[in-house]
């Protein structure tokens, strides 16, 4: 049956390109530009400045509609569909419904990594010779993304924001982030992870006034297979823009304090 | 038991302020006997700063001085009290004051203010002389609230690019423009205010103001206000010292602006506070030895202490909102 080998060889050979062409492999390069940055100092390709996104996926990383206070927008994840395993996908569910009392933004808790990337607020990358750091206006965030040799730290540790340690491929900064918590989510839809997460981030420049932001996660607890975001990140253009500040938890608090029923007081 | 609750509260405030939650324990964080020599702040190095030969930095690329590097605050208990005292409690050893000017390193309050200073320190609950045994305000601080200038008491990095001073510790960090820009509207209130620099010679003279008032500059209720200005002067006078000034303005609370004067020396050279939630340490050996010992490591406030924020509320402390004539 030369023909019916030849199918079956066929879909396998599809399915192997199929895997290898498709399957997001953290740490490869997924992106070509022809853009060439300027470089710094160090000779690193200069990404510095103050950025911010223009979307959506501090509300839902997934597509959505609008409802009171929410935009509607497309997704950032690639597919759209986040692969959960089925508790996963329940869990998702009730975090949805819960949100207004479960999301830890709600507690002015730090944001995890790559939700901090894609809220509203705007973040300057600063470059070293041996660390790339990023400032976010929102709480005052710093994430220190280390480039000096030292590989993680060993065990797991539990930090909301991970452990981050960076590498360029040409013009891209790559980002290897582990150590994280079970506590933070994606977004505001009860999108979430466990203390498994592995996140790679990719910042490709791709003019002078955008990267091209790209994340791989990975999290064998809570979901069936890596899967991927990406979306662009623009430069502040405003002449005398600075990063200020949102100091969320001491805004928080001071409303709260005095109040006799406090649900953030009284709900633990 | 109310013995407990003030070593609590005054510990919680110590901690809070300077060490992490996770990751190492900062090395010299100490418990200090009644027996402590009194450390020296402001008077001392006044007249150590006067004997020192002139030192010229060197020049970063871009042609000023250069401060790049990790700089401990000043030695001793912190800030528990900017004002010369004796030995307090386990957390406040003897001092003298962080005050260069006036002389007599008092904050020269207005009468009014200083009897609002007075009756918020003797609110405190703190175990400390003169209290009423009333819980008016914990330390902003011990709420995780964070500003000017107190976060220059702790150990800093900095790092500085072109037309930007950066100030970084590990959980919060000040950008300071250099490039001549105008200070925002003065109805901008912010935690760390609205800082602009420039060079003077030798010094990096940052003029700060839209500041809030909703913190304190240290943890015995001294305070500043919404109409305050700041200016601090950050000069290296040695290779591994920064004279670090700080001159505070507002008629409406001081009957003259003060200035506040402690060295800031490099991390691993000398004695200071070390770098709040860094791994980095004082001693040159660990700094040495460790591949990760100058990193800075999660330090995070609220996550970890809610339940101490909590216990802090229901201990019945005031929330402390700016003060105004």
Not at chain 1, 187 to 201: I, K, P
Not at chain 2, 219 to 225: K, L
Request: with cysteine; hydrophobic share 35%.
């Amino acid at each position: 049956m030369p023909v019916m080998r030849w199918f079956v060889e066929w879909i396998v050979a599809l399915a192997a390109f199929a895997m290898f062409a498709l399957a997001p492999t953290p740490g490869t390069a997924q992106t070509s530009t022809t853009y060439t940055p300027p470089r710094t100092r160090d000779g690193q390709p200069d990404l510095q400045g103050i950025w911010q996104v223009l979307n959506t996926a501090a509300w839902d990383i997934q597509d959505h509609g609008a409802s009171l206070g929410v935009p509607a927008g497309h997704g950032v994840v690639e597919g759209n569909e986040i692969p959960y395993t089925p508790a996963a996908l329940a869990k998702k569910q009730e975090n949805f419904k819960n949100r207004q009392t479960l999301d830890p933004e709600n507690k002015c808790f730090l944001p995890g990594v790559p939700r901090v990337t894609y809220m509203p607020y705007p973040f300057q990358i600063v470059q070293q010779a041996d660390r790339v750091t990023i400032l976010h206006e929102y709480a005052r965030v710093i994430r220190f993304i280390y480039m000096n040799g030292n590989p993680h730290p060993p065990g797991q540790i539990d930090w909301v924001m991970g452990d981050s340690r960076g590498r360029w491929e040409g013009n891209t900064l790559v980002v290897d982030v582990t150590h994280f918590n079970d506590e933070t989510w994606f977004d505001r839809a009860g999108n979430f992870h466990s203390d498994a997460l592995h996140v790679v981030e990719r910042f490709t420049p791709t003019d002078r006034d955008h990267l091209l932001y790209e994340v791989t996660i990975e999290d064998p607890k809570v979901f069936t297979r890596p899967w991927k975001m990406s979306m662009p990140l623009y430069r502040r253009q405003e002449k005398d823009i600075e990063l200020l500040e949102y100091e969320c938890g001491a805004y928080l608090l001071k409303q709260e304090w005095d109040k006799t029923n406090s649900s953030l007081f009284n709900q633990r | 038991m109310r013995q407990f609750i003030a070593v609590v509260i005054a510990a919680l405030a110590a901690v809070l302020f300077m060490l992490p939650v996770t990751g190492r324990v900062v090395a010299g964080q100490a418990f200090y006997k009644p027996d402590t020599p009194k450390f020296p702040q402001a008077r001392t190095w006044v007249a150590q700063r006067a004997k020192l030969p002139p030192y010229k930095a060197p020049r970063t690329p871009d042609g000023v001085p250069d401060l790049q590097g990790n700089w401990n605050g000043p030695v001793g208990g912190g800030n528990d009290d900017l004002e010369e005292h004796d030995y307090i409690d386990v957390t406040t050893p003897p001092q003298e004051s962080y005050v260069s000017d006036p002389p007599d390193g008092k904050v020269p309050y207005t009468p009014w203010a200083l009897a609002r200073r007075n009756e918020i320190r003797a609110g405190l609950a703190r175990g400390w002389p003169g209290e009423t045994g009333q819980r008016l305000y914990g330390d902003p601080a011990a709420l995780c609230l964070v500003g000017m200038p107190r976060s220059s008491f702790g150990a800093q990095q900095i790092v500085q690019t072109r037309g930007q001073v950066i100030l970084l510790t590990a959980n919060t960090y000040r950008v300071i423009p250099t490039d001549g820009r105008a200070h925002m509207n003065s109805g901008a209130k912010f935690f760390f205010g609205n800082s602009r620099g420039r060079w003077e010679g030798e010094t990096l003279v940052v003029d700060v103001t839209g500041v809030n008032g909703e913190t304190w500059i240290d943890s015995a209720g001294n305070f500043y206000g919404p109409n305050t200005r700041m200016i601090e002067r950050w000069t290296r006078v040695e290779p591994n010292t920064i004279d670090y000034q700080i001159t505070i303005e507002d008629p409406s609370l001081y009957t003259r602006p003060w200035t506040m004067t402690y060295p800031k020396r490099r991390a691993g050279t000398g004695p200071g506070a070390n770098p709040g939630g860094t791994t980095a340490a004082s001693a040159a050996a660990v700094v040495t030895s460790d591949p990760y010992a100058k990193e800075f490591w999660e330090n995070t406030c609220i996550e970890g202490n809610f339940d101490n924020v909590l216990e802090i509320k229901n201990l019945g402390f005031k929330w402390f909102n700016a003060v105004t004539p």
